[in-house]
């Protein structure tokens, strides 16, 4: 017997940019979201019965009118909005999920002044968040970022490492420290100042990051993931990946030339590739 298994469908990349305009200023918000529905569809699948089907169309239109009428002041916020919204209106859809990722604009300066209504994009990382809640249930809320792109010039080595007939690299105590970092922390409360728990988690990691004396990158993620949790009680497991982004020695002795560990190739393939989950203990 052959019969449907889970399932759910929804709208990914609507695109918002939000301008909330006050005296003072004007702030903006540019954000890139995803909607999954769960629920009683399976007339749609076996019968071709669309009578419970929320188009994927109005899907994208209720992100902008949420939008429209939102207060939120984080993402976090908004998404819950959101999830309660298409809950509260469509009785046939048991769970909502909904993804958020933000591209990072900042607030330009003139003559040594934030501009009040101006903006420039800031780098390649991308805040991220995925909230979900079933119909009775309670809001679940993950966090992140990806792709912040960090450098420690010093203080990391690489050395005590196996060695067999395939080895070539050289053990280094001084070598370049690259990395694309992406982290996702888990909530376990729905009620916070979520951009403020997102600056401190972050700022937590970065600190850990540079200060670091690094031996090798997995001990320098546990470090960054076990500075995060310990600065925010709120957050009970963090995920974080961290693709070394290699930095390699230019043979200069070929021209007459020493090179004192300042003349590299930045390459990123291929790229070792660590990630962990840092976890608190029941």
Known sequence: MIELAENRYGKSRVRLMKVTRGPEGNGLREWTVQVLLTGDFDSAHYDGDNSKILPTDTMKNTVYFVARNSSASSMEDYAKELVDFLLGRNPQVSAVSVAVESTIWKRMTVDGTPHPTSFMRGSGEVQTTTVSREQTGTFHIRSG???LVI???????????????LTTLKETGDRLFCTALSAEWRYTTATLDFDAKRKTLREAMLKTFAGHKS???QETLYAMGKSALGCVAEADRIDLTMPNKHCIPVDLSRFGQDNPNEIFVPTDEPAGHIEARVRRTP
Do not use: H, L, P, Q
């Not at 010093?154 to 007939?165: L, Q, R, T």
């Open 151 to 165: 450098m420690k010039t010093a203080d990391s080595a690489f050395e005590g490492y196996i060695k067999d007939e």
């Open 215 to 217: 031996k090798s990158v």
């Open 145 to 147: 970022f990806e792709n």
